[in-house]
Nanobody, 123 residues
Framework: QVQLVESGGGLVQAGGSLRLSCAAS????????MGWFRQAPGKEREFVAA????????YYADSVKGRFAISGDNAKNMVDLQMNSLKPEDTAVYYC????????????????WGQGTQVTVSS
């Protein structure tokens, strides 16, 4: 089991920045990828960013490339998402996730999830 707790969400104006953090506990050594997903009202949950937990490979959705940066510290069991140049369309609940099943498909098939943190970007 892996437990995930997000923090750092809030309200920000368009063009501003926020940093989300995810504290992981439990069998974190079993994770292959740590990721961030988001779900806006009325929309399906979508992939945002991921990092390989035993290396430094990162992956991003096209919509956030160049604006968001994911970082991880597996010694501290923390994963952060730095979000810059925020847009109103970034408004969503952001979820931290862990994938312990395999090394493939870093953008999907995560099996552990946090409860989410709300990010609201005003125009």
């Amino acid at each position: 089991q892996v437990q995930l707790v997000e923090s750092g969400g809030g309200l920000v104006q368009a063009g501003g920045s926020l940093r989300l953090s995810c504290a992981a506990s439990g069998r974190t050594f079993s994770a292959y990828f740590m990721g961030w997903f988001r779900q806006a009202p009325g929309k399906e949950r979508e992939f945002v960013a991921a990092i390989s937990w035993r290396g430094e490979n990162t992956y991003y959705a096209d919509s956030v490339k160049g604006r968001f940066a994911i970082s991880g510290d597996n010694a501290k069991n923390m994963v952060d998402l730095q979000m810059n140049s925020l847009k109103p369309e970034d408004t969503a609940v952001y979820y931290c996730a862990a994938k312990t099943s395999d090394w493939t498909r870093p953008t999907r098939a995560y099996n552990y999830w946090g409860q989410g943190t709300q990010v609201t970007v005003s125009s």
